[in-house]
Antibody, heavy 123, light 107 residues
Framework: EVQLVESGGGLVKPGGSLRISCAAS????????MNWVRQAPGKGLEWVSC????????YYADSVKGRFTISRDNARKSLYLQMNSLRADDTAVYYC????????????????WGQGTLVTVSS | DIQMTQSPSSVSASVGDRVTITCRAS??????LAWYQQKPGKAPKLLIY???SLESGVPSRFSGSGSGTDFTLTVSSLQPEDFATYYC?????????FGQGTKLEIK
């Protein structure tokens, strides 16, 4: 069974940093592009970032560019999001999601998704 | 960036009704559009990909159509479990963008 489990969320002060993780199982992790998508409380979905299977390509939403860094460890089957200079509007549930088609970066759907981890930025 | 305009933002309907949700892209995205269903406290679930392809295991009452800039999701006969929020996603180019969502409520 394909499974994605996020962890590392919590409460952080404005201007602070946090790294969240996503542990993958049930599929060949190293073959797929992986994504982060977030959802602020009561709001819609916002795609945040993606990283290609071999970490060659990384893309970011304008809202996080220069502050967030996506990375992965294929040996550990894990995806990460390093979040720096956090702001109140970064408060959200962060989901990791796999791209559907292996070996491609763009033009690719997101499925499945993890259950999400909540990041709260507040003083 | 490509903007996705989804409408309506909410709709009230009854079991058995037919409902249509639309998404319009700010520029052509060919058929690089997906539809997701999200229930409270849960992760989104893929329903339709490539604008009109039904994801495995999704009931056939869900259908998608469109290409270029205009897309629709139709639920032909609403069931109680279909009351949720629906989002479109453009996967034509980065950054990927979602529509604002449509909350489907019971009348």
């Amino acid at each position: 069974e394909v499974q994605l489990v996020e962890s590392g969320g919590g409460l952080v002060k404005p201007g602070g940093s946090l790294r969240i993780s996503c542990a993958a199982s049930g599929f060949s992790f190293s073959s797929y592009t992986m994504n982060w998508v977030r959802q602020a409380p009561g709001k819609g979905l916002e795609w945040v970032s993606c990283i290609s299977s071999g970490s060659t390509y990384m893309y970011y939403a304008d809202s996080v560019k220069g502050r967030f860094t996506i990375s992965r460890d294929n040996a550990r089957k894990s995806l990460y999001l390093q979040m720096n200079s956090l702001r109140a509007d970064d408060t959200a549930v962060y989901y990791c999601a796999r791209s559907v088609v292996p070996g491609t970066v763009a033009e690719n759907w997101l499925d499945p998704w993890g259950q999400g981890t909540l990041v709260t930025v507040s003083s | 960036d490509i903007q996705m305009t989804q409408s309506p933002s909410s709709v009230s309907a009854s079991v058995g009704d037919r409902v249509t949700i639309t998404c319009r892209a700010s520029q052509g995205i060919s058929s690089w559009l997906a539809w997701y269903q999200q229930k409270p406290g849960k992760a989104p679930k893929l329903l339709i990909y490539a604008a009109s392809s039904l994801e495995s295991g999704v009931p056939s009452r869900f259908s998608g159509s469109g290409s270029g800039t205009d897309f629709t999701l139709t639920v032909s006969s609403l069931q109680p479990e279909d009351f949720a929020t629906y989002y479109c996603l453009q996967a034509n180019s980065f950054p990927y963008t979602f529509g604002q969502g449509t909350k489907l409520e019971i009348k």
